[in-house]
């Protein structure tokens, strides 16, 4: 290289080779800036998929005649005649009503939310402003593990172990129901909402605390009047991401609800949720049939759901970082 | 400050610690309840043989084998694809680029998509859509890729652990400190040249991170894999794309709900179940080591 560059670069054969060389690396460079710049746009790309092609096959429910004198979106939601909110798609007259099924979604979710929301954000509150450096080295990996575990796994629990001890304890009719099922559902949701609320917590400033105290506050006062009203849009994004994650889980509410699509106010009740139905329903329905187009809607409706639910939630999270920033 | 005041301070802190307690209590129980009912079971002819007697008798071997074909399989898509995402969005792309926003935005909402969703896509898109396009332009309409099989359970799930992966990746790019890159530059490299041979090897840990979190997730996740290419009971291991396969997660579901005789499959299940459960703790375990020594780096390299 050193004996080119004495000589005319261009002229010596070493030189011709370097540049052929620098010109390949160039080749290389380009190429694998457009491969992995395409590779980033499949994120995008499998997001916009998602919604094609789950759309597609929901889109019968409004356009196929066919499908629309067994299920059309009046019939998936208006009570029929003689039978009510009935959601039977595999009798002889099927029938497809998607409120019980909604019914149920928002009873596990909702038991789920009410269980896990006080529980993590207090163990949140405890680990970052109480906890001695020990006890966050308990709770921290115990909240891993708990996020590690597999929903099968949760679910297995419930049904085996703790579906028993519930009712036991008090008394229910039916072994699986909803309690159950949003128990189970809130042991998926708890490490979502510890992790983010905790964030929230330890996102507040130092010398927000340090103010409080100097100021004669005790501890807990500092917790309860300075840092939760500081990182409370991240505490409400908790609950929202904690809510998407319990409306959408599968496995624990397949194996712990009892699956009957009762349409009740009662706790106590056996449930079927949306994503049960779809995870029951789909490995046995006839291709193209309105009880397959009526499966996919209903999963449409859940990514929609979900959507927006997680956006809500991200907004929140921005809505915390721009407060703390505009606050210092 | 009244005493009162004090006192319930104290009460209402003693109670956020009790909600430590409570969660850490049921992770106890649960690991304990599966660890004391499952142990008897673990032998070497449990994990090494196939079922036999309904379900009743012998091992788990053709579960772990599908688990683990299937997670290889998921790898080798989700790996280069996470990477190069995060590499583009902490390398390439100019500050405050809108597609970047955009790609981060997918990547969270991704991360957001219900499970069962991802099982209706697979079905909707790589066997309806995809599959059946190769059985018509390859073999004739016989249908082959057109229906549930490991090749399209594998990708569905390369999807669903794709954010796991991008997310490990970036924070293993931003704990490489910008001198490596310039001093790289500095002595004449293409872009390219500097990632592979600086920025690459630096991010192995995180790579590996992610990796092994998206395994981990990847070998527990049941819903996806479902309608896409899970079977119950095989006679014969996957050896081509386009078999169907056996997984645990799934052997679980099918043996906890649909099991003729429970008590009798019991011990097979809760061995199944703690196998699994092993399986995804020693992934867990061994990612949070790494990712804890590239965090230490991280803060010492401030």
Redesign the interface.
Known sequence: MRSSRLLSPEKTIEGKLLQKFRGAERLTDRLAAVLIKGCAFVAIVALVLIFVFIGKEALPIFTSPEVRTEADLGKLLLPQPERGFVWQPVSERPAYSILPLLAGTLKATIIAVVFAVPLAVAAALFTSEFATPWAREVIKPAIEILAGIPSVVVGFFCLMVLAGWLQSAFGWTYRLNATTAGIGLSLAVIPIVYTVSEDAFSSVPQRFRDGSVAMGASRWQTAWRVVLPGASPGVLAACVLGFGRAIGETMIVLMASGNAAVLSWSASDSIRTFSATIAAELGEVVMGSPHYHVLFFIGAFLFVLTFFINLTGQWWVGRLQKKLRGGS | ?PDR??L???L??S???I??L???A??VI??G??VIHGAGKLSWEFISQAPRGGMALGGIFPAIFGTAALVILMTIAVI??GV??A???HE??PRRSR?VY??R??????A??????????G???FI??VGRGIDRAFYGGRLLYGQPAIIWAALTMA?LT??TV?VATEEALRAIPETYREVAYSLGA????M?RRVVLPQAVGGILTGGILAI?RG?????PV??TGAAYFLPDLPTRLHNQFMEL??H??VM??QSPDVEKT?PI?YGT?LV??LL??TL?FTA?MIRAQIRKRLRSER
Request: aromatic share 14%.
């Open positions: 400050m005041t004090r319930i301070g104290w209402l802190q109670l956020t610690g909600a430590c409570i969660i850490v049921m992770v649960i690991i309840n599966i280069p694809l190069a995402t590499i583009y969005m390439y792309a597609l955009l790609v935005l997918a990547i969270q909402n991704l957001g998509v219900p499970a069962i969703v991802f099982g209706l896509f079905l909707g898109f309806e859509f999807l794709l954010p991008v293409t872009r390219w040249q990632i981990s070998s527990g996740e049941v819903a479902m309608f997660g799934y679980v579901y906890t709900t019991k299940l179940v699994l459960l995804t703790f867990n949070i």
